[in-house]
């Protein structure tokens, strides 16, 4: 249930990332719209874009829901090897004594 409801959120922030939104702007609106403690973007890159977009993969493949589609702005970032925390660049940069 969660990855099926964090992907459809996660989806959604990445592509209005990719329309031009800030990260922070989307992660704040989340952060206080929502009560989250962290957004979508900045919890995807401390998961890895890797792995978040194995999860999208897997949902997509398991249900067939659009939604789930992992967008092509999060497939470049893996491409690019930009994969969140651990590349020190992502959504995100992060200094790298991270």
């Known amino acids: 249930m969660v990855n099926r409801i964090f992907g459809a959120a996660l989806t959604t922030a990445i592509e209005m990332w990719a329309e031009g939104a ?3 702007a989307i992660d704040s609106a989340v952060e ?3 009560g989250h ?3 979508p973007l900045r919890t995807a890159d401390l998961m ?3 792995v978040v977009l194995a999860m999208l993969r897997s949902l997509y ?3 067939g ?3 789930y589609r ?3 702005a999060l497939e470049e970032l893996v491409r690019e090897e930009k994969l969140g925390r651990k590349s020190g660049e992502g959504f995100y940069t992060y200094p790298e004594d991270l």
């Open 65 to 67: 829901d659009e939604r």
């Open 48 to 50: 890895g874009l890797d």
């Open 37 to 39: 403690a962290m957004g």
């Open 32 to 34: 206080l719209g929502l």
């Open 70 to 72: 992992p967008p092509e």
């Open 22 to 24: 800030e990260a922070e």
């Open 61 to 63: 493949e398991q249900t």
